[in-house]
Protein backbone atom coordinates (compact mmCIF):
# COMPACT_ATOMS: atom_id res chain seq x y z
CA UNK A 1 0.00 0.00 0.00
CA UNK A 2 3.12 2.34 0.71
CA UNK A 3 4.51 1.59 -2.27
CA UNK A 4 1.44 2.78 -4.40
CA UNK A 5 0.97 6.25 -2.37
CA UNK A 6 4.26 6.80 -2.99
CA UNK A 7 4.04 5.92 -6.80
CA UNK A 8 0.85 8.08 -5.99
CA UNK A 9 2.65 11.14 -5.30
CA UNK A 10 5.97 11.18 -7.44
CA UNK A 11 3.68 10.64 -10.96
CA UNK A 12 1.96 14.18 -10.32
CA UNK A 13 5.49 15.64 -9.48
CA UNK A 14 6.85 14.04 -13.13
CA UNK A 15 3.91 15.61 -15.18
CA UNK A 16 4.50 19.23 -13.56
CA UNK A 17 8.15 19.33 -14.45
CA UNK A 18 7.60 18.35 -17.83
CA UNK A 19 7.82 14.64 -17.55
CA UNK A 20 6.13 12.67 -20.22
CA UNK A 21 2.59 13.49 -21.56
CA UNK A 22 2.98 16.83 -19.51
CA UNK A 23 2.30 19.89 -21.77
CA UNK A 24 4.91 21.71 -23.12
CA UNK A 25 5.15 25.81 -22.05
CA UNK A 26 2.74 27.76 -24.45
CA UNK A 27 4.31 29.06 -27.38
CA UNK A 28 4.18 32.84 -26.81
CA UNK A 29 2.86 34.77 -30.22
CA UNK A 30 5.17 36.29 -32.99
CA UNK A 31 4.95 39.98 -32.73
CA UNK A 32 4.60 41.08 -36.31
CA UNK A 33 7.98 42.99 -37.94
CA UNK A 34 7.25 46.37 -40.66
CA UNK A 35 9.94 46.58 -43.17
CA UNK A 36 10.19 49.01 -45.61
CA UNK A 37 11.25 48.94 -49.59
CA UNK A 38 12.40 52.43 -50.67
CA UNK A 39 11.14 53.99 -54.39
CA UNK A 40 14.55 56.11 -55.61
CA UNK A 41 15.85 56.58 -58.55
CA UNK A 42 13.30 54.66 -60.66
CA UNK A 43 13.88 51.11 -58.91
CA UNK A 44 12.02 49.51 -55.46
CA UNK A 45 15.05 48.82 -53.04
CA UNK A 46 15.12 45.80 -52.12
CA UNK A 47 13.98 44.65 -55.27
CA UNK A 48 13.06 41.31 -53.63
CA UNK A 49 11.99 40.70 -50.11
CA UNK A 50 11.48 37.96 -47.64
CA UNK A 51 8.80 38.62 -44.81
CA UNK A 52 6.26 36.08 -42.12
CA UNK A 53 2.66 36.49 -42.72
CA UNK A 54 1.41 39.09 -41.01
CA UNK A 55 4.63 41.26 -41.24
CA UNK A 56 3.69 45.19 -42.80
CA UNK A 57 5.30 46.30 -46.01
CA UNK A 58 5.98 49.80 -46.06
CA UNK A 59 7.07 51.60 -49.48
CA UNK A 60 8.69 54.98 -49.66
CA UNK A 61 8.57 57.28 -52.46
CA UNK A 62 11.48 59.43 -52.24
CA UNK A 63 11.89 60.26 -56.08
CA UNK A 64 10.06 63.32 -57.16
CA UNK A 65 7.54 61.85 -59.07
CA UNK A 66 4.81 59.27 -58.34
CA UNK A 67 4.63 55.99 -58.22
CA UNK A 68 2.57 52.38 -57.62
CA UNK A 69 3.01 48.78 -56.17
CA UNK A 70 0.79 47.18 -58.44
CA UNK A 71 0.42 43.16 -57.94
CA UNK A 72 1.05 41.45 -61.22
CA UNK A 73 -1.74 39.22 -60.29
CA UNK A 74 -4.42 41.87 -59.19
CA UNK A 75 -4.15 41.21 -55.58
CA UNK A 76 -3.51 44.85 -54.82
CA UNK A 77 -2.70 48.25 -55.83
CA UNK A 78 -1.17 51.22 -53.96
CA UNK A 79 -2.25 53.08 -57.03
CA UNK A 80 -0.17 56.34 -56.84
CA UNK A 81 2.32 57.10 -54.13
CA UNK A 82 3.29 60.75 -54.53
CA UNK A 83 6.49 61.76 -53.67
CA UNK A 84 7.11 61.97 -49.78
CA UNK A 85 4.80 59.66 -49.52
CA UNK A 86 4.03 56.18 -48.36
CA UNK A 87 1.91 53.16 -48.60
CA UNK A 88 1.57 49.66 -46.37
CA UNK A 89 0.72 46.55 -47.31
CA UNK A 90 0.29 43.56 -45.00
CA UNK A 91 0.10 40.43 -46.55
CA UNK A 92 -1.73 37.41 -44.38
CA UNK A 93 -0.84 34.51 -46.32
CA UNK A 94 2.14 32.43 -47.54
CA UNK A 95 3.13 32.96 -51.19
CA UNK A 96 5.25 34.65 -53.64
CA UNK A 97 3.66 37.58 -54.79
CA UNK A 98 5.48 40.00 -57.93
CA UNK A 99 4.34 44.08 -58.46
CA UNK A 100 5.35 46.73 -60.75
CA UNK A 101 5.19 50.47 -60.84
CA UNK A 102 2.64 50.98 -63.59
CA UNK A 103 3.70 54.43 -64.18
CA UNK A 104 7.51 52.49 -64.90
CA UNK A 105 6.63 49.08 -66.41
CA UNK A 106 10.61 48.66 -65.98
CA UNK A 107 10.19 48.69 -62.03
CA UNK A 108 9.30 45.23 -60.40
CA UNK A 109 9.57 43.43 -57.28
CA UNK A 110 9.02 40.71 -55.18
CA UNK A 111 7.30 39.52 -51.87
CA UNK A 112 7.88 36.11 -50.82
CA UNK A 113 5.25 35.53 -47.80
CA UNK A 114 6.38 32.76 -45.55
Sequence with gaps: MRGALLLAV?????????GPGAAGP???ARTPVSHTVTIEAVAFT??????KAGDSIVWVNK???????????????????QPDRSWTLTPSAPGELTYICTLHPNM??????E
Design 10 to 18: VVPGLLSCG
Design 26 to 28: AKA
Design 46 to 51: PASITV
Design 63 to 81: DPFPHTVTSKAGGFDSLSI
Design 108 to 113: SGTIRV
